[in-house]
């Protein structure tokens, strides 16, 4: 029998995940909030794989809580991710890594953007599973390539999020709209969280290149939302990490002023 497959997280993107895998004909197990992972990590301290499917904001207590056998086996799937994320833990193995360019909702299945491009020691894994769903992903060769398409995530989610705070005013909610109608604001949303990204991960971007993505990702889906409910908490966070590095950001900042602080 193969080594089993850890999945921490039965939210909806975990789910397509844990799905893949099952039809892959990987043994799984999942891990929820009752689970003790040092119990489990004794019972299974080889698995294969340990793919972290939390949401952003629990990503880090999650990781300070992985068993001492399973830091070698990590696989990261969350959104707003960088090298600094798991860098800090000083891992024995690189990570397992994957830009997700699918969405799944509750109640409705997934839908791709783009492909979702992954890196790390169970890439090939990770593209064999999601393949027997028809969700394309493909393998990347460096930690360059992944680094530039984490950021080009970030852009897409923070731009549409942020940008999508200011023109739900004028009736406009999809990226498509965003895009023909709103482009010089999304544009300027999308330089500002650009500087936010290199004072992240400390390299500069073609920005261009960055913005072609997002456009690709646009064209994937027209009719996929700009705002989501976590839209202001993105805004904050990136305000926050602003501040730190000391980043002028004048359109963020405009946006939260007053479309954030003032409903505080």
């Not at 707003?80 to 969405?103: G, H, K, Q, Y």
């Amino acid at each position: 029998m193969q080594n089993p497959v850890i999945v921490i997280g039965i939210g909806e993107m975990a789910s397509v995940f844990s799905r893949a895998l099952l039809r892959l004909g990987r043994p799984l197990y999942p891990v929820n909030r009752e689970t003790d992972m040092q119990t489990l990590a004794a019972q299974v301290p080889e698995p294969s794989l340990v793919l972290v499917g939390v949401g952003e904001n629990d990503l880090q207590g999650i990781l300070k809580q992985i068993p001492d056998q399973w830091r070698s086996r990590l696989g990261l799937l969350q959104n707003e991710l960088l090298p600094r994320d798991w860098r800090s833990l000083d891992l024995s193995a690189p990570p397992t890594v994957i830009s997700v360019w699918f969405e799944k909702k509750k109640g409705t299945d997934y839908k791709v953007l783009a492909p979702s491009p992954v890196y790390g020691p169970n890439a090939s894994l990770l593209v064999d599973a999601l393949a027997t769903l028809d969700i394309p992903a493909r393998a990347l060769t460096d930690e360059a390539e992944l680094e530039f398409e984490l950021v080009r995530k970030n852009v897409y989610i923070l731009t549409t999020n942020i940008t999508g705070l200011v023109i739900r005013h004028f009736k406009a909610e999809t990226v498509k709209e965003m895009w023909d109608d709103y482009q010089d604001l999304a544009r300027e949303v999308a330089d500002n969280v650009i500087d936010i990204q290199e004072s992240l991960t400390g390299h500069q971007f073609d920005r261009e290149k960055l913005i072609d993505g997002m456009y690709e990702a646009i064209k994937g889906d027209l009719a996929h939302k700009c705002m989501g409910r976590s839209s202001p908490a993105r805004l904050s966070r990136a305000i926050e990490q602003a501040d730190a590095a000391g980043l002028a950001v004048p359109r963020l900042r405009e946006i939260y002023k007053n479309e954030v602080e003032s409903e505080i």
